[in-house]
């Protein structure tokens, strides 16, 4: 006897729909919390792909509306790669407090 259940043409998948307000939400936490794709969906029980696919909806409907120069893009730029290594550092120093705590009693 197998227990896998096959589905009939009677039977339905439910699909879960998301306000717009939590669309906006969850982009946000790749946009500007500096979450992953896969971090926010993880965090949200959703896929990927859907965030990704609502990232793309809003950046190109604020892309319409406002385009940035090239020298807002180059500060943009400087600014992400900035803020990455800035995140990198915090990590290290964290680590590094951790370890010497453990060294000095």
Do not use: C
């Not at 879960?16 to 500007?32: H, N, P």
């Not at 993880?42 to 609502?54: A, G, K, Q």
């Not at 680590?95 to 010497?100: E, H």
């Amino acid at each position: 006897m197998s227990k896998l259940k096959t589905l009939s043409s009677s039977d339905k998948t439910v699909r879960r729909t998301f306000s717009e307000e939590f669309k906006q939400d969850a982009v946000s936490l790749v946009t500007e919390q500096g979450y992953s794709l896969a971090q926010a969906a993880r965090s949200l029980d959703l896929h990927p792909n859907l965030i990704r696919n609502w990232k793309n909806k809003f950046m190109g409907t604020q892309k319409d509306s406002s385009q940035l120069s090239e020298d807002e893009k180059t500060e943009l730029k400087r600014l992400r790669k900035e803020n990455r290594e800035l995140r990198t550092e915090k990590e290290i120093l964290k680590k590094a407090t951790i370890f010497f705590a453990r060294e000095n009693p």
